[in-house]
């Protein structure tokens, strides 16, 4: 295909995209209330109420939670189209790669939102009204800034468990190896302690929480480039004793 063939077979996929986030938001937004309830019963159930300083405060949230839904939503289609896009100039076993990443990478991040909202927030937020219980200072939480709070916390957490896919797509392609992981273990430690304890609350326990999920992952990480390196070189022993 020339130049010209793919700027617009790459134009076409964009607008396609692009239609999908459109229409998603408009559906995302028809459920935005809902969405908006869910999330704020998670520090209801520990005491929190909420106020908007602002008329378009809440309104603005609910635009917020919708463009995200429709983000979620359109990201099945996104990943499919970039997909689609590059695979003509893939070979078999880098086009594998290339599908296994995406898929797996889409399921860590899914699995890091609900770490997320399953066991980190709960402990976030009653940890954090315990410390101000007895405070003669009442609290007047903003929807904005606890939404920015929730958001926030599953961003981080979808990007943290995406590390196993990472360094998977890191060593196939040969700029991080295995040894470079195993001897570095001690350092990438203390910056994973050092990472948890910047954005939790500064407490050890929820540092210790946060810091166990994510040295597994890398350990995990460790096992599974380690099997795929060991299967590699024995792929290539076998196709040199043919």
């Not at 949230?61 to 970039?82: E, G, K, N, R």
């Not at 078999?92 to 770490?115: S, Y």
């Not at 195993?182 to 430690?189: E, L, N, P, Q, Y």
Request: with cysteine; aromatic share 12%.
């Amino acid at each position: 295909m020339t130049l010209s063939g793919h700027l617009r077979e790459l134009r076409k996929r964009v607008i396609i995209c692009v239609i999908c986030l459109v229409v998603s938001f408009f559906i995302g937004l028809n459920f935005a209330p809902e969405l908006v309830s869910i999330l704020t019963g998670i520090g209801e159930q520990y005491g929190y109420t909420y106020i908007f300083i602002a008329p378009q405060e809440l309104l603005m949230q609910y635009f917020s939670v919708a463009m995200l839904a429709s983000v979620c939503i359109t990201l099945p289609i996104l990943v499919y189209h970039i997909w689609a896009f590059v695979r003509p100039g893939l070979r078999r076993n880098e086009n594998i790669l290339f599908v296994a990443a995406l898929i797996f990478g889409l399921i860590c991040f899914v699995l890091g939102v609900l770490f997320a909202y399953k066991v980190m927030m709960p402990f976030m937020l009653y940890f954090l009204m315990d410390l101000s219980a007895g405070s003669e200072i009442a609290a007047s939480i903003s929807v904005q800034s606890y939404m920015s709070f929730v958001l926030s916390t599953f961003t981080i957490f979808g990007i943290i468990f995406e590390l196993p896919v990472m360094s998977v797509l890191l060593t196939q392609l040969g700029f991080l190896k295995v040894k470079w992981m195993k001897k570095g273990r001690k350092f990438v430690i203390i910056a994973i302690f050092f990472i948890a304890a910047v954005i939790t609350p500064p407490d050890v326990v929820s540092q210790i929480m946060v810091a166990i999920p994510v040295l597994g992952l890398y350990e995990l990480s460790i096992v599974i480039c380690t099997l795929l390196m060991k299967l590699r070189e024995r792929r290539h022993r076998e196709k040199e004793e043919e």
